[in-house]
């Protein structure tokens, strides 16, 4: 099973930007669909971005369009997530998860199986 690690977190300031880290482990990352994912407190977790095997397909949720990018780089086994224009609504512990062998383009409803522990991301007003 692939180990995955978030990095990036951190606190910032409305209107600032943040870039997200995925360091994945195992030899199945470029074969599986990434995505990121957050939950902040008294809330569900909520699909926030995702990408396919090759890159060549991606979501985003509603509240992130415009201001967040997925990205991945297959030969480093990283997947990022560079947050723009934050808003305080985007405070909370952000997870990196994979779906291992997906290769398909369904990433809106797709389960992921492995994930990361989390990194808090904290925007103040």
């Known amino acids: 099973q692939v180990q995955l690690v978030e990095s990036g977190g951190g606190l910032v300031q409305a209107g600032g930007s943040l870039r997200l880290a995925c360091a994945a482990s195992?030899?199945?990352?470029?074969?599986?669909?990434m995505g990121w994912f957050r939950q902040a407190p008294g809330k569900e977790r909520e699909r926030v971005a995702a990408i396919n095997w090759s890159g060549s397909t991606v979501y985003y949720a509603d509240s992130v369009k415009g201001r967040f990018t997925i990205s991945r780089d297959n030969a480093k086994n990283k997947v990022y997530l560079q947050m723009n224009s934050l808003k305080p609504e985007d405070t909370a512990v952000y997870y990196c998860?994979?779906?291992?062998?997906?290769?398909?383009?369904?990433?809106?409803?797709?389960?992921?199986?492995?994930w990361g522990q989390g990194t808090q991301v904290t925007v103040s007003s």
């Open positions: 998860a994979a779906a291992e062998g997906y290769l398909g383009a369904n990433l809106r409803d797709r389960p992921f199986g492995s």
């Open positions: 195992g030899r199945t990352f470029s074969t599986s669909a």
